[in-house]
């Protein structure tokens, strides 16, 4: 099957590449399907490829000595991921894993350097990348060192309940919460109590409805 160019459009390493340029970039790219909850890549091994999510969504992780996980991103339709092993030549920070049925689009380490290679707006734009990851797990260390668990449970719901704009079919568990927000079920469990009774959100045959987003914004803030 023939790489979608609408897809790849919406890749940031393609930001400002002309129809022809984008074509030519698609030609080393090959499709490969992941059941859910299939394992796309594992921590500590070393990449093959660098992948972008054509559908579905991909769960980024690490886990520790005793199997606790740690979420600590959801790549959506167009986002990249292993670009950390790729670019580096280390194995992998995280392991990856299909949320729902995934379609991604693969290159090979060798194709896509030379790709960064042969086009310098490609490579600035995997700086900007790498830029927005750091920032994002800067974010992300802030809530865990700093943030209530209820603050850091109203931000994963304003980011990915019922979909963040992204198209998103991915429905979180309250397991799935709890490994992003680094802490235990029951207390995700409480916590999304909390806020329903605060009118919040509203929670209907364990769907997750946001009922006030400012409310959630201000919980955010205050929950520190």
Known sequence: ????????????????????ELGEAARPF??????????????DELADNLYIVASGVVKLFKTSADGKEQIMYLAHVG?????????????????AQAMIPVDLYG????DM???????????????????????????????????????RVA????????????????????QDMAAMAGTAREVVGRSLKMLEADGAISMNRHRIVISNKKA?????????
Do not use: W
């Open 79 to 95: 986002e990249s991921i292993s670009d950390v092993p790729v670019i580096d030549g280390l194995p992998n920070p995280a392991s």
């Open 113 to 151: 350097l030379a790709l960064l290679d042969k086009y310098p707006k490609a490579k600035q734009n995997a700086l900007k990348i790498l830029a927005d990851r750091v920032r994002h797990l800067s974010a992300l260390v802030e809530d865990l060192s700093f943030k209530h668990v209820i603050g």
């Open 107 to 110: 290159i090979n380490n060798v």
């Open 216 to 224: 959630l914004e201000n919980m955010i803030e205050t929950a520190v």
């Open 155 to 174: 931000a994963i719901l304003l980011k990915y309940a019922g979909g963040d704009g992204a198209g998103s079919k991915a429905r979180l568990t309250q």
């Open 30 to 43: 090959f499709e490969q399907s992941f059941k859910r909850g299939e394992i796309i890549a594992l921590e």
């Open 1 to 20: 099957m023939a790489v979608d160019l609408q897809i790849l459009k919406r890749v940031a390493y393609f930001a400002g590449f002309t129809p022809d």
